[in-house]
């Protein structure tokens, strides 16, 4: 599951239920910038001064347990030529096996466990106005709608300026392309590292909760209208209980270099896998896309 934080309401509607990294919470907001809820208190596990206290009796027990255990090692671990034998030596490291992310690596294979990187919080406000000319526009970049698709509010939260079309697949499930900007101020540096830290957040976020591993299908250099950028396409799948016919779903991530040193463009989209018919129709908004 993923990091602490804001995420889609499973429940529906436009509202954010925040996961405390075990389970959701109670807590809603229509604002996922909103500082994270206190925890419950937890009740005091003493009685009142007018009762017995336990937590002395359960003190005493282990004292006295331990007391038993120091004898018996001194006086009857060594009869008989027996004893306990030196504890082997922990070659195991301590260090983490999760990567984060790291600027100066290249990226690397697919993980088999969601990521568990904290993906930023954009408080960039840049809002493209939207033509009527049937194209999406956001971050610098333009694509072809898909004809029947709805406009629609996707949240990234990494990802501002971000405008999207949807269709829906069934109850709970949906595909979408969308054009936004990612910032500098929030740490994207260039179009390689971008688009994997996009897709690492993508594969992480609350649109996953059953999320079992990703396989990167293409990770390579690109060029639109002229500008340098990277494309990455992953499937990333899930198992359900409550959608056993969903694998999960092919992710097109695109991050174009504008030339700007504060932003770059980025392009979303994801096809449920296996939906020959969407996934065409997505492969032709790609090819339009164009920086404009």
């Given at each position: 599951?993923s990091m ?25 907001t ?15 596990k ?9 937590v ?58 969601a ?8 408080t ?9 000319d ?17 406009d ?25 392309i ?17 688009a ?26 690109a ?48 096809v ?14 790609i ?6």
């Amino acid at each position: 599951m993923s990091m602490p934080g804001w995420y889609p309401d499973p429940a529906g509607g436009q509202r954010y239920r925040y996961w405390d990294g075990n389970a959701w919470s109670d807590h809603t907001t229509q604002d996922p910038r909103e500082p994270p809820p206190l925890p419950a208190a937890r009740p005091s596990k003493n009685r009142s001064a007018g009762g017995f206290n336990w937590v002395w009796l359960g003190v005493m027990i282990t004292i006295l347990v331990l007391v038993a255990l120091v004898a018996w090692l001194v006086f009857g671990g060594t009869r008989g030529g027996g004893g306990f034998s030196g504890v082997p030596e922990d070659t195991n490291s301590a260090s983490p096996t999760v990567q984060g992310w790291d600027e100066t690596s290249k990226p690397t294979p697919p993980p088999t466990a969601a990521s568990l990187i904290a993906c930023p919080y954009t408080t960039n406000q840049d809002v493209t106005s939207q033509g009527t000319d049937g194209r999406l526009r956001g971050g610098g970049l333009v694509v072809d709608k898909i004809g029947g698709w709805r406009d629609a509010d996707m949240y990234l939260q990494w990802v501002s300026d971000f405008h999207t079309q949807m269709d829906t697949v069934r109850t709970g499930w949906m595909s979408n392309i969308g054009v936004g900007q990612v910032n500098a101020s929030d740490g994207f540096v260039d179009p390689q590292t971008a688009a994997r830290q996009s897709m690492e957040c993508f594969a992480s976020s609350g649109y996953y909760l059953n999320f079992t591993h990703r396989v990167d299908l293409v990770n390579e250099a690109a060029t639109i209208s002229g500008h340098p950028a990277w494309r990455m396409r992953s499937e990333v799948h899930i198992d359900s209980p409550d959608m056993p016919e969903i694998d999960g779903d092919v992710v097109d991530i695109i991050v174009v270099d504008l030339g700007d040193p504060q932003r770059m463009g980025i392009f979303v989209a994801s096809v449920t896998i296996g939906d020959d018919r969407r996934r065409e129709l997505v492969d032709a908004s790609i090819a339009s896309l164009a920086v404009g």
